[in-house]
Structure formats: structure tokens, C-alpha cells
């Protein structure tokens, strides 16, 4: 899912099935957002991944993104489920 607010372009959602990962898809799909995004005039692209996603890091990182000097943050309004127990507990 692409968005663009008039300041920044927003990359919210970006999803290969694991069958057809390291295929081009991914990059693909980046392609058309970015040409998408600089066709309404937005001078940046943002998006946010968890820290610990070395896969998606390294697949930014290896179409042109890079680490930007920002904090992500955060507040719940509805508490996450619990974890499912099979046993009910």
C-alpha cells in the first residue's frame, strides 16, 4: 500500500509470497510505487521496518533506501490479543 500526504510518499505495505521472493517481484512493485509517487511530485519516500527484518533491511538498502535519523513511535489503543494456547490457558 502506497500513500502520499502532500509532503512525503509512505511505503505502509510491501508483501511476496516466500515462493516468489528473489524473483523481482518486490523490486518490481517498488518501482511502479516510486515512478507513481514522483508522477504527483513527492520529494521523498518513507517506511518503517522492525529492526530485527535483516531480510527487508537488506532489500531496501539494496534498491537505494537508507537509514534516516528518526525515532518510530508508537501507542497501542487496543491491547494485542493473548497468545493462542491450544489447551485454553
Known amino acids: ?7 512525503r510518499g509512505w511505503i505502509n505495505y510491501l508483501a511476496v509470497d516466500p515462493d516468489h521472493q528473489r524473483s523481482g517481484i518486490g523490486r518490481e512493485l517498488m518501482l511502479e510505487a516510486e515512478r507513481r509517487l514522483l508522477q504527483k511530485g513527492c520529494p521523498k519516500i518513507s517506511l518503517q521496518i522492525r529492526d ?3 531480510q527487508a533491511i ?28 491450544p489447551d485454553g490457558g
Do not use: C
Not at 500500500?1 to 509532503?7: A, I, L, N, R
Not at 537488506?58 to 494456547?85: C, N, Q, T
Open 58 to 85: 537488506s532489500f531496501y538498502e539494496s534498491i537505494g533506501f537508507s537509514r534516516d535519523p528518526v525515532f518510530s513511535f508508537g501507542k497501542r489503543l487496543i491491547p494485542d490479543a493473548p497468545p493462542y494456547s
Open 1 to 7: 500500500m502506497v500513500g502520499y500526504d502532500g509532503h
Open 52 to 54: 530485527d527484518n535483516e
